[in-house]
């Protein structure tokens, strides 16, 4: 009797082991085999995951829009510099690196302030505030064929980025897209930073956070006139001095001489200042310098001081041609006052007579009208920049004929 209630106990346990392994289903990564007749030996099927593609934003993949410098990631300091690229696949996640500001949660003000466009659309408007910050620019079932803009929207001086790299699916590709036609480069100050351009509070003062060069004129007229650009600027910085607040201080080290031939300058990253630019990369068809308002604060109506903006501003031109020798030279101002706009047209013409270099010119800009408002710092509103840039770009179109 013992025996039978063993053996029977036995048969029971056999019958649920065979009906467990029945029931199990295949983890994934296991091989599962394929249904074959009596006798014949199943065959494996294994199931391997694909691994996304990863791209550096180095020249083979992107093209490098201002002034960059590839350093184990494509470094971006003046305003408007970044990548452009053309982007096949269903994903795509961009990774970007901030410098010391962005370590700094308390230092909002000063934050990187980053743009993501999709085929012109902006879908990405962030502040880099950490030290790596990942962004999913597209996520879909759907294959995109499309041209992503990368942009540093904030200025050199707060901080600085990286462009770390690219992940699609494992499908995706990017490549970089064709330069424009034209180029033009543009030298100034906040005005063209777009300073304060997004808070229409003439009270309130200085933020990345409401600072965006695509809605000032110079990026405008670019747009205007379908060409590539390059933007040196930094606020407050002038030909012979920074901006003065009481009108008798000169500010000597916040000048755009200085870093013009530099990858920019910032205050959380030195080697922005370290690095010199390679002008052999593309000459520009024309360089536009918008410099004098912060010189302004300083010369006011004194003979002697705006005398020496004039012999400042000479050296410069030197400069400017030394390394672009065939570009169309524009010497404008006017948007946030018109003072020093007679010193601008002696200095081209004692740089021409001195020279013998006739391929310069000046253009006064139409001083911003109250009804059109006042941005942060009473510096121009976006209808402001958008004027401007109208009047502009029909100038400089005849001058790229």
């Not at 080290?253 to 205050?267: A, D, M, R, V």
């Amino acid at each position: 009797m013992k025996k039978k209630c063993i053996l029977t106990a036995a048969v029971l346990c056999l019958l649920m082991s065979l009906t467990a392994c029945g029931d199990k289903k295949p983890t994934d990564n296991q091989t599962t085999p394929t249904q074959a007749g009596d006798g014949a030996t199943a065959t494996p099927t294994i199931t391997v995951q694909e691994e996304p593609q990863m791209f550096d934003f180095t020249e083979e993949n992107v093209r490098p829009i201002g002034r960059t410098f590839y350093d184990f990631g494509l470094s971006c300091a003046f305003s408007g510099s970044g990548a452009e690229f053309k982007f096949h696949g269903s994903k795509l996640v961009i990774r970007v690196v901030g410098d010391n500001a962005a370590k700094n949660p308390f230092n909002e003000d000063n934050h990187t302030r980053l743009a993501i466009c999709v085929d012109g659309e902006r879908v990405i408007d962030e502040m880099i505030n950490e030290e790596m910050k990942e962004f999913t620019v597209i996520d879909g079932a759907d294959v995109k064929d499309c041209v992503i803009n990368v942009i540093k929207l904030s200025e050199t001086a707060m901080s600085t980025i990286k462009l770390m790299n690219i992940e699609t699916d494992p499908a995706g590709s990017v490549s970089p897209t064709e330069p424009r036609d034209k180029f033009i480069e543009f030298v100034g100050d906040s005005i063209t930073c777009g300073y304060g351009v997004d808070d229409e509070n003439r009270d309130h003062h200085f933020s990345t956070k409401t600072e965006d060069c695509t809605k000032a004129y110079a990026y405008k007229t670019a747009q205007l006139l379908g060409a590539d650009y390059s933007l040196v600027s930094i606020s407050g910085y002038g030909i012979i001095t920074g901006y003065s607040g009481d009108g008798q201080t000169k500010s000597e080290s916040q000048t755009i001489p200085k870093y013009y031939e530099k990858l920019g300058f910032s205050y959380a990253n030195s080697k922005a200042a370290k690095t010199d630019w390679d002008f052999t990369k593309r000459e520009p068809d024309i360089v536009v310098i918008n410099l004098g308002t912060n010189d302004d604060s300083w010369c006011k109506t004194i003979p002697e001081r705006q005398e020496e903006y004039i012999n400042g501003y000479i050296a410069f031109l030197k400069t400017i041609r030394e390394k672009n020798p065939n570009a169309t030279i524009v010497c404008a101002l006017g948007i946030m006052g018109d003072n020093l706009y007679a010193s601008v047209e002696k200095t081209v013409a004692r740089y021409s007579e001195e020279t013998g270099d006739t391929n310069i010119e000046s253009f006064h800009f139409t001083p911003q009208n109250p009804a059109d408002g006042y941005a942060a710092d009473w510096h121009p509103t976006a209808l402001t920049h958008t004027k401007a840039s109208e009047k502009f770009a029909e100038r400089l179109k005849e001058l790229l004929k």
